[in-house]
């Protein structure tokens, strides 16, 4: 079944001003702080299976030592390898007492003590990931916490943990649905927390198999996007970084307290140059992911500690708003530009990254971020070092494969305004399809959750923090398509809404292709990301899998995948699916003054296979007809 994208809510927390449909100066007075994404420090990367109480004793003396406790890093999360299935006749976890003396409380207990949180780990299926690098250990039977959720949430939870990692090794090798078991998992989380009154951060791990994004928030507080940013015996590398972070990109789905997770942070590990780990802090602070280190803390350089421990790149990843940054421009293949909205008004995270092999000289213009292009203020924030004022953008030179992080303190543009009608506001306006942010005013004696849909894409659980009764706003980043004719509507149990202001971002903008035949919009199924989905025709909603970015005659949706015809093909029927961009001539497409959209290797149509109009008809390429099934109107 189709899942149609990503309701877009990202989470910011600005103020509202009152009006219906008028343009308005947003205010910050009534932020709501939501949770930040985890910080820490997690087992796997550096010492994979071969753990104990020794090992992580000693990182984490060195996490204090080192100062990075006093930065933000609290979590201290031990991975796969310290349990080997075995279970008592009552079916509760044993340990190895001689690797953890005292049992897993003990662990627990020493990390509470140095003002740190435990965290922990397990799979979803029966078994575990398998064979223990670099022990030469087996792998052990039975080390899942399937047919055992609620017993082991509990245990865990008892031993004093605060975090628990639930992997998809075995979920994956039984074909277990990652939807529905992690719902599974989530609710025992949540039935054991009613028990033992302890509260557990669930780590979804299912390396994005069915899309967690549409899913995550609400079930966990973080979901892993993509497979491992590092296997046991590699080194760290500058690709596979900016392959975890591009799988990452989903801003509408990440907001209060709930986040796209990159994996662990390579910074420190061999492979990695200073300048490298600099652009990984970079993206993944931009991002708003969770900051877990994966070096070795006690022997890591003066330098990787002071990447680690940089206050002003940690701000801006724990920004109370709690929102994802967005791709706002590229001007030229390779030379990328990500803002972040930030606490506050007018201030935003910038980072201009050159993926390419020469230096270059980018911009940022404050249009692109939503701001107006009076004079804004611009400070360098690994140099530490404000550039001064300027107005309508900023230029500076970036080497190649490298990053400069900015934050910006300029004027919000105009947003508009609009009351509430219930749970509903209707009738909201978009100069054009793209992203935009829309805060919330609320009032809420107790903390609420509720459902947010927009135009019927893929709806998000939100998040209100208690306000104690007054008016107070939380935020989000949501996908609206040209027009008036926008509805965001909330349902389940939302607190006392006013009113909303939307903020558009106009970096974001791009177009939906609507066909004349159907009146159905190009659309990439569930949101998905991975090369080869074959493009469909659903009914428009304005989501980001239905906003196409015209970029150097590339189709560009998602930030990094293009519209592509299959294997270069030049038959009539070759498949229109989403690849990863290359600049290739596949993927270019010319728009024509009759509304078709032609492919530059075939000069074949973009077309509803066999005329057809239902959802879910798939886009192939066939000869140029003209006929309304290949007539593809922007809105």
Same mark, same amino acid.
């Given at each position: 079944m189709k899942l149609r994208h990503g309701l877009s809510a990202l989470l910011l927390i600005a103020g509202i001003v009152p009006g219906v449909g008028v343009a308005a100066a947003s205010t910050a007075a009534a932020d709501v702080a939501v949770p930040a994404p985890a910080m820490g420090w997690a087992s796997w990367n550096t010492f994979a299976a071969k753990i104990d109480y020794p090992t992580i004793k000693a990182q984490a003396d060195a996490l204090v030592s080192a100062g990075l406790k006093d930065a933000g890093y609290s979590y201290?999360? $031990?991975?796969?390898?310290?349990?080997?299935? &075995?279970?008592?006749?009552?079916?509760?976890? =044993?340990?190895?007492?001689?690797? #953890?003396?005292?049992?897993?409380?003990?662990?627990?207990?020493?990390?509470?003590?140095?003002?740190?949180?435990?965290?922990?780990?397990?799979?979803?299926?029966?078994?575990?990931?398998?064979?223990?690098?670099?022990?030469?250990?087996?792998?052990?039977?039975?080390?899942?916490?399937?047919?055992?959720?609620?017993?082991?949430?509990?245990?865990?939870?008892?031993?004093?943990?605060?975090?628990?990692?639930?992997?998809?090794?075995?979920?994956?090798?039984?074909?277990?649905?990652?939807?529905?078991?992690?719902?599974? $998992?989530?609710?025992?989380?949540?039935?054991? &927390?009613?028990?033992?009154?302890?509260?557990? =951060?669930?780590?979804?791990?299912? #390396?994005?198999?069915?899309?967690?994004?549409n899913w995550g928030a609400g079930t966990g507080a973080m979901w892993r996007t993509s497979n491992d940013i590092i296997f046991f015996g590699q080194t760290a590398n500058l690709g596979q970084v900016l392959t975890n972070f591009d799988q990452a990109q989903h801003p509408v789905s990440q907001h209060t307290g709930y986040v796209n997770d990159p994996d662990m942070l390579t910074v420190g590990m061999p492979g990695l140059t200073d300048a490298q780990a600099r652009t990984e802090m970079s993206l993944w602070s931009v991002s708003g992911a969770p900051l877990l280190a994966g070096n070795n803390l006690a022997t890591m350089s003066a330098a990787t500690k002071a990447i680690l421990a940089n206050r002003e790149v940690i701000a801006v990843d724990q920004d109370p708003r709690g929102l994802q940054g967005v791709k706002v421009a590229e001007d030229a293949t390779g030379l990328q530009v990500y803002s972040k909205v930030l606490s506050g008004t007018g201030k935003r995270a910038v980072v201009l990254l050159n993926r390419t092999s020469s230096a270059a000289a980018m911009t940022v213009r404050w249009a692109d971020l939503g701001l107006t292009p009076a004079s804004a203020h611009v400070r360098n924030v690994w140099g530490a070092t404000d550039a001064g004022d300027f107005a309508t953008g900023y230029s500076v030179n970036v080497p190649a494969g490298d990053s400069v992080l900015l934050t910006v303190q300029g004027t919000d543009a105009a947003s508009a305004s609009y009351p509430a009608n219930g749970s509903r506001f209707t009738g909201i306006t978009a100069a054009a399809t793209g992203l935009a942010v829309a805060t919330f005013s609320y009032s809420a004696t107790t903390a609420q959750t509720a459902t947010l849909a927009v135009n019927g894409q893929q709806p998000t659980v939100l998040t209100f923090p208690a306000t104690g009764g007054t008016t107070k706003t939380v935020s989000a980043v949501v996908s609206l398509g040209k027009g008036n004719a926008n509805t965001l509507a909330f349902s389940g149990t939302p607190p006392q809404l006013s009113a909303v202001a939307v903020l558009p971002l106009p970096g974001s903008t791009g177009v939906q292709l609507a066909g004349v035949q159907s009146g159905r919009c190009v659309d990439v199924d569930d949101n998905g990301i991975t090369n080869g989905i074959q493009a469909q025709l659903w009914d428009c909603a304005a989501g980001p899998n239905q906003t196409w970015v015209p970029v150097r005659g590339q189709l560009v949706v998602n930030g990094t995948k293009c519209l592509d015809a299959y294997d270069s093909g030049t038959t009539n029927g070759t498949s229109v699916v989403v690849w990863d961009c290359n600049g290739q001539r596949n993927q270019q497409w010319t728009p024509n003054t009759d509304g078709t959209i032609t492919n530059a290797v075939s000069g074949l149509c973009l077309d509803a296979s066999g005329a057809a109009t239902a959802n879910g008809t798939k886009i192939i390429l066939w000869t140029c007809g003209g006929g309304a099934n290949q007539q593809w109107p922007r809105r």
């Amino acid at each position: 079944m189709k899942l149609r994208h990503g309701l877009s809510a990202l989470l910011l927390i600005a103020g509202i001003v009152p009006g219906v449909g008028v343009a308005a100066a947003s205010t910050a007075a009534a932020d709501v702080a939501v949770p930040a994404p985890a910080m820490g420090w997690a087992s796997w990367n550096t010492f994979a299976a071969k753990i104990d109480y020794p090992t992580i004793k000693a990182q984490a003396d060195a996490l204090v030592s080192a100062g990075l406790k006093d930065a933000g890093y609290s979590y201290v999360n $031990i991975d796969e390898g310290w349990w080997q299935g &075995t279970r008592d006749s009552s079916g509760n976890i =044993t340990v190895d007492t001689a690797e #953890w003396p005292g049992g897993m409380s003990a662990i627990a207990d020493y990390l509470h003590s140095k003002g740190l949180k435990a965290g922990i780990y397990t799979d979803a299926g029966r078994d575990g990931c398998g064979y223990y690098f670099p022990t030469g250990r087996p792998a052990a039977p039975g080390s899942g916490s399937e047919g055992h959720y609620l017993q082991d949430m509990l245990q865990f939870q008892r031993w004093g943990f605060d975090f628990v990692k639930v992997d998809w090794c075995g979920g994956d090798a039984e074909g277990l649905d990652p939807k529905s078991t992690y719902q599974a $998992i989530s609710d025992a989380n949540k039935a054991a &927390t009613a028990q033992t009154g302890r509260a557990l =951060t669930l780590s979804i791990c299912d #390396w994005g198999r069915k899309n967690p994004w549409n899913w995550g928030a609400g079930t966990g507080a973080m979901w892993r996007t993509s497979n491992d940013i590092i296997f046991f015996g590699q080194t760290a590398n500058l690709g596979q970084v900016l392959t975890n972070f591009d799988q990452a990109q989903h801003p509408v789905s990440q907001h209060t307290g709930y986040v796209n997770d990159p994996d662990m942070l390579t910074v420190g590990m061999p492979g990695l140059t200073d300048a490298q780990a600099r652009t990984e802090m970079s993206l993944w602070s931009v991002s708003g992911a969770p900051l877990l280190a994966g070096n070795n803390l006690a022997t890591m350089s003066a330098a990787t500690k002071a990447i680690l421990a940089n206050r002003e790149v940690i701000a801006v990843d724990q920004d109370p708003r709690g929102l994802q940054g967005v791709k706002v421009a590229e001007d030229a293949t390779g030379l990328q530009v990500y803002s972040k909205v930030l606490s506050g008004t007018g201030k935003r995270a910038v980072v201009l990254l050159n993926r390419t092999s020469s230096a270059a000289a980018m911009t940022v213009r404050w249009a692109d971020l939503g701001l107006t292009p009076a004079s804004a203020h611009v400070r360098n924030v690994w140099g530490a070092t404000d550039a001064g004022d300027f107005a309508t953008g900023y230029s500076v030179n970036v080497p190649a494969g490298d990053s400069v992080l900015l934050t910006v303190q300029g004027t919000d543009a105009a947003s508009a305004s609009y009351p509430a009608n219930g749970s509903r506001f209707t009738g909201i306006t978009a100069a054009a399809t793209g992203l935009a942010v829309a805060t919330f005013s609320y009032s809420a004696t107790t903390a609420q959750t509720a459902t947010l849909a927009v135009n019927g894409q893929q709806p998000t659980v939100l998040t209100f923090p208690a306000t104690g009764g007054t008016t107070k706003t939380v935020s989000a980043v949501v996908s609206l398509g040209k027009g008036n004719a926008n509805t965001l509507a909330f349902s389940g149990t939302p607190p006392q809404l006013s009113a909303v202001a939307v903020l558009p971002l106009p970096g974001s903008t791009g177009v939906q292709l609507a066909g004349v035949q159907s009146g159905r919009c190009v659309d990439v199924d569930d949101n998905g990301i991975t090369n080869g989905i074959q493009a469909q025709l659903w009914d428009c909603a304005a989501g980001p899998n239905q906003t196409w970015v015209p970029v150097r005659g590339q189709l560009v949706v998602n930030g990094t995948k293009c519209l592509d015809a299959y294997d270069s093909g030049t038959t009539n029927g070759t498949s229109v699916v989403v690849w990863d961009c290359n600049g290739q001539r596949n993927q270019q497409w010319t728009p024509n003054t009759d509304g078709t959209i032609t492919n530059a290797v075939s000069g074949l149509c973009l077309d509803a296979s066999g005329a057809a109009t239902a959802n879910g008809t798939k886009i192939i390429l066939w000869t140029c007809g003209g006929g309304a099934n290949q007539q593809w109107p922007r809105r």
